[in-house]
């Protein structure tokens, strides 16, 4: 355990980019996941194939497989499409930009269906009384839809986000300096790998302990007009 | 080399190589590969969830019933594996345990413990049987009250209430979490690539850095994948029609 308290600061540094990670990922995915709702529910035929064949290719590929793929064929594509157009220069997708992406895509897939679900639980009348009211789609958006849509949506958001921290572990394998990475370099130079990787296990239970509470909270304020048995 | 020599294949290689962005020739020649690669994660997937499953069955009926010493127990073993990464439980029993000389002692070293074949599937058994205890464990809870007072009114035994009323139905209503949870395990075997097995995506990694590519073997990997996960999308359709068909909207009037 001395061992763990001597390089404490490497392993906090190293929660901290898993955790700007996380939450990065988690706005990609929600606002993916927004955008993959709508296009679900529109009237547009293209929309809803689109969004569909997006939710079927994130279910029948790992997130590590995609994320290897961003970061080694994305770089590489990227720059080959720059140097045939001569649109940009060469770019460089580090780590961090590779994680949030392939995971935000992943969990706007899962997002899609959460918001899915949550609009469909609003009744229709609702917002038509909203359109009746002469309201805009923004203004029915913000005032009718959104409100009720978080709280139908918060047990699978909440499930999302727990399944997200998780998946955050993977981009140590693509070499960003995260947690894990931190942990196991650390662990492999005092020779205790255990210990270090018990560690992270700790941690890792704690971000979804704390993520808990944060989220029984908001529960708590979107379902304040709901009667509960 | 004369025009007249080139085969067909010689121009497919050339074309693969020079013209097309993805070079297919190059992976149709490691195909075997892949399909090794295949076999394996299908082997370690679904023997973690023959195990991962014979173990959640006794835990989620201690879970269900609140048993008084195992409830806990179980309750911190499920918690523990539901709250933390894959990864990082299989880099603890991998890397972890060479760190205590008792383990690297024991006569469990030579053949387990210092195998990275053997600590994926332990990791991953134990992985899966705490998520299907879980839901396994709410199936159960959601019984209908009238089944088990007609099974209790019929004179039957905990024991056999158990074996032909309870764990009957809850199967069927858990067999819909059941299909993610292989899904989900199957994407999660990709952890194995990273403790030096080839997997699917470990021949992928394989390829691309023995040629120097940077997508060809991930896009094939992505494929076998997708392959997989339509496959068991389609073996748990036909299995739910076929074990969910008494809950099915009937569509035809027969008359």
């Known amino acids: ?229 | 080399m004369a025009e007249t020599d080139r085969t067909f294949f010689d121009y497919l290689v050339y074309v693969s190589e020079n013209h097309s962005p993805l070079d297919f020739m190059l992976v149709a020649d490691h195909i075997d590969k892949f399909f090794y690669g295949t076999l394996l994660t299908i082997e370690i997937t679904l023997l973690a969830l023959l195990i991962g499953g014979v173990m959640a069955i006794p835990l989620a009926i201690a879970r269900a019933y609140r048993h008084r010493w195992w409830n806990g127990p179980i309750f911190g073993f499920t918690y523990f594996f539901r709250g933390t990464p894959l990864l990082v439980q299989t880099y603890l029993v991998y890397y972890g345990l060479a760190q205590f000389d008792f383990v690297r002692e024991s006569f469990l070293w030579g053949p387990i413990l210092s195998s990275p074949w053997w600590c994926a599937l332990i990791t991953f058994s134990l992985n899966t049987a705490a998520y299907t205890t879980e839901f396994l464990r709410g199936a159960i809870e959601n019984t209908a009250k009238g089944e088990i007072e007609a099974a209790r009114a019929c004179g039957m035994s905990p024991a056999r209430m158990m074996r032909r009323i309870v764990l009957p139905s809850a199967f069927r209503r858990a067999l819909p979490a059941y299909s993610n949870e292989v899904i989900f395990m199957l994407h999660s075997s990709v952890v194995l690539s990273t403790i030096t097995l080839q997997d699917i995506l470990g021949v992928g990694r394989w390829l691309n850095g023995r040629y120097y590519l940077a997508y060809e073997g991930f896009i094939t990997a992505m494929l076998f994948y997708m392959a997989l996960v339509f496959i068991i999308s389609r073996g748990f359709r036909i299995w739910e029609q076929h074990w969910l068909g008494h809950l099915r909207a009937r569509t035809t009037v027969e008359g």
């Open chain 1, 1 to 229: 355990m001395d061992s763990v308290w001597e390089y404490r600061n490497l392993l906090l540094a190293g929660t901290a980019v898993t955790v700007q990670l996380a939450l990065a990922s988690l706005a990609f995915s929600v606002l993916l996941g927004l955008v993959g709702a709508a296009a679900k529910l529109a009237a547009n035929p293209v929309s809803q194939k689109i969004a569909g064949a997006y939710t079927t290719l994130v279910r029948g590929v790992p997130d590590l497989v995609l994320m290897m793929l961003l970061f080694y064929g994305g770089q590489q594509i990227a720059n080959d499409l720059g140097s045939m157009t001569g649109w940009w220069d060469y770019v460089e997708i580090n780590q961090f930009i590779a994680g949030v992406w392939s995971i935000g895509f992943v969990f706007g897939a899962y997002m899609t269906e959460t918001f899915r679900g949550a609009i469909l639980a609003i009744p229709r009348g609702q917002i038509e009384a909203g359109i009746a009211c002469g309201m805009t789609p923004f203004l029915i958006f913000r005032r009718i839809t959104w409100p009720q849509m978080v709280r139908h949506a918060l047990p699978s958001f909440t499930n999302n986000w727990l399944v997200l921290i998780k998946a955050t572990a993977l981009v140590s394998v693509i070499g960003l300096h995260d947690l894990v990475w931190n942990a196991s370099t650390a662990g492999r130079s005092v020779r205790e790998p255990f210990t270090f990787m018990f560690a992270v296990l700790i941690i890792y239970l704690i971000l979804t302990a704390c993520s808990d509470v944060g989220l029984r909270w908001l529960d708590r304020r979107y379902n304040v007009g709901v009667d509960r048995a």
